[in-house]
């Protein structure tokens, strides 16, 4: 585990040699901020307002932020942090320790995925889709903008399944959910409703245009 403390001025200023390892900086980058320049931009500012909340209430605190690695590489830390207190109760500043969670953070993220993506496409599958067609339908109605929803339809797909396998099936499925992905604009969704039915959103687009993208695909 990697540990540190802090003083009553809320600076760090101890690591342990494992995260010193781990970031493949000396002790002296690390003190008081320092360790901050290790933490992933999108993370720090929630780090700074969890720990500095709890250290100001004298409270035990755990977050989770991407640390770097002297590689470069990010990886995921559970930080969790207490008081500490001399003999006679007097505050002295806090004491944390880090385990690095990034593997049972990418299955979290891979059963979140399978739960709202289509398997053998790897669109969104259903569920996820319907719940992007309602805030869509929100967000147009609160601009007054217009759009379109495309229902598609794979002509003689069974034949395809039956005369040429199933595998054959899944590749045209995979293949025409690419093609199609390729050609949408970012603000575009596209997700498989299930079998060889398509759902296309095309957010502020009016009649022709939707009847120009349907004809594309």
Not at 147 to 160: T, W
Request: glycine letters at 10%.
């Amino acid at each position: 585990a990697l540990f540190w403390t802090s003083g009553l001025d809320k600076g760090c200023d101890w690591f342990n040699q494992t995260w010193l390892d781990f970031t493949g900086r000396g002790m002296e980058q690390e003190l008081g901020n320092g360790w901050a320049e290790g933490v992933h931009p999108d993370d720090l500012a929630r780090c700074l307002e969890i720990y500095c909340g709890a250290f100001d209430a004298r409270q035990p605190f755990s977050m989770e932020y991407r640390l770097r690695h002297f590689s470069g590489e990010y990886r995921w830390f559970m930080d969790q942090g207490s008081p500490r207190f001399d003999a006679e109760g007097r505050f002295l500043g806090y004491i944390g320790h880090c385990m690095d969670i990034t593997e049972a953070k990418r299955a979290e993220e891979e059963i979140e995925r399978l739960a709202y993506h289509d398997a053998l496409t790897g669109l969104p599958n259903r569920a996820l889709f319907l719940d992007r067609l309602t805030q869509t339908l929100t967000a147009a109605h609160r601009n007054r903008r217009c759009g379109a929803v495309l229902f598609v339809d794979l002509d003689q797909f069974k034949r395809i399944n039956d005369v040429h396998g199933h595998a054959t099936g899944d590749a045209v499925l995979r293949e025409f959910s690419a093609a199609v992905h390729d050609s949408m604009r970012s603000t575009d969704a596209f997700g498989r409703y299930g079998g060889e039915e398509f759902l296309l959103i095309l957010v502020g687009t009016d009649a022709a245009e939707a009847l120009e993208a349907a004809e594309r695909i």
